[in-house]
Structure formats: structure tokens, C-alpha cells
């Protein structure tokens, strides 16, 4: 079955430095979705990815998606406090979507 | 419009009984999927439900069960429960539509068994 990894599992970093969070899968992906969830809350929908290589833009967050789409990352430029929280992958094969086990970004000023 | 709807928000049990949970999804939706959430095993995928049929199933024991009714309002249902049952039980909705596949979730139910 597909197997998704996420890394890195944690991330602490200062206030205004770069984060990155990567998605792996074993297989070929139909597309990936990416959430994040604040701490205490639910997991929010940042975006889809579905083309190869694709790449989207969000404010200072970035989503790649590999040329093989078997893998996807996502970039913070310049943290800012209100960053905080997990991140999840969610990789669509076949009919199912399974969460990556998440990394959990922490930010101090 | 109103997001997905979970209740309880909080539920104590012991160990044997068994509980149910419900999920009222946003007006329109007719696809549910439920996730259990454990610091241990992040976010696993129990079931979906599309036109109260079920569409995908994770890989849970069949203590684990659920429906969805004409109104696409959802329940799940945990029989003979276990310690390693505690978790947050998360559900989500989306419109059931390839083209728009991202889930929309609720603030989920904490479940500790006891």
C-alpha cells in the first residue's frame, strides 16, 4: 500500500528564518493536498497540487510538486509567529486520502 | 455558510462500552470522511461516505463502524471500547466532486476511554 513520509517530524526555528517541510510517497500520486493545523484546532486546507512539477505561490508560502509526483514540499519564507502549527501532506492514490505524519513548526521571537 | 458541525466536543467512557459520534456536514456536501487523531499516529483514515454508501475504508477493526443518512448528517460508532481508542475523532466534509476534492473539517470529538 502507499506509505507517506513527512520530515522532518519537528522544526524550531527563530522568527524571520526559512522553513521547509517534505512529503514522500512510495508510489505515483494523483495529486497532494497540504494542511495546516494550529495548535488545539482542526486541520485547515492551505492548497492542491495536481500537475508535475507544479509549483504555486502563497504569500510566503511556496508548494512544489515533483516532476515524478511522488513527492511535494512546502516552504515558509521569513517565519512569523502566527506560522505555528502542523503541517501535513495529504497525498491522493487511487480513491484514498492519507494525511503524512505531519511537521510541527515552532517559531520564537 | 455553517462549517462542519462535530458533537460532543468531549466524551468519557470505560473501557467495554461503546459510543457514537455525529457529523453534520456543510449544506451541500454530501461526501463525509472520518479521521482519528493520536499524537503517536498522527491522522488515520477510517471511512468515507458519499450518498450514504461507503466509498473507501482504512484499516480498522470492525469495532469501528458508521452511516450516513438521506441528509448527509454522518455517525460513527465505537463498540467495546479500548484504552487505545482514546483519541480525537475528526470528521470532514467536501463536496464529493473530483474537481474539488479539499475537506473541510470540524473541530472534532476527544474521546478518552478510562
Known amino acids: 500500500g502507499q506509505q507517506v513520509m513527512q520530515i522532518p517530524q519537528y522544526q524550531h526555528v527563530q522568527e524571520g528564518e526559512d522553513f521547509t517541510t517534505y512529503c514522500n510517497s512510495s508510489t505515483t500520486l494523483s495529486n497532494i493536498q497540504w494542511y495546516k493545523q494550529r495548535p488545539g484546532g482542526h486541520p485547515v486546507f492551505l492548497i492542491q497540487?495536481?500537475?508535475?512539477?507544479e509549483v504555486k505561490k502563497q504569500k510566503r508560502l511556496t508548494f512544489q510538486f515533483g516532476e515524478a509526483k511522488k513527492n511535494s514540499s512546502l516552504h515558509i519564507t521569513a517565519t512569523q509567529t502566527t506560522d505555528v502549527g502542523t503541517y501535513f501532506c495529504?497525498?491522493?492514490?487511487?480513491?484514498?486520502?492519507?494525511f503524512g505524519t505531519g511537521t510541527q513548526l515552532k517559531v520564537e521571537l | 455558510k455553517a462549517g462542519v458541525t462535530q458533537t460532543p466536543r468531549y466524551l468519557i467512557k470505560t473501557r467495554g462500552q461503546q459510543v457514537t459520534l455525529s457529523c453534520s456536514p456543510i449544506s451541500g456536501h454530501r461526501s463525509v470522511s472520518w479521521y482519528q487523531q493520536t499524537p503517536g499516529q498522527g491522522l488515520q483514515f477510517l471511512f468515507e461516505?458519499?450518498?450514504?454508501?461507503?466509498?473507501n475504508k482504512g484499516n480498522f477493526p470492525g469495532r469501528f463502524s458508521g452511516r450516513q443518512f438521506s441528509n448527509s448528517r454522518s455517525e460513527m460508532n465505537v463498540s467495546t471500547l479500548e484504552l487505545g481508542d482514546s483519541a480525537l475523532y475528526l470528521c470532514a466534509s467536501s463536496p464529493g466532486d473530483p474537481r474539488d476534492e479539499k475537506l473541510f473539517f470540524g473541530s472534532g470529538t476527544q474521546l478518552s476511554v478510562l
Open positions: 497540487l495536481v500537475k508535475s512539477g
Open positions: 495529504a497525498p491522493r492514490g487511487g480513491n484514498k486520502l492519507t
Open positions: 461516505y458519499f450518498s450514504e454508501t461507503q466509498r
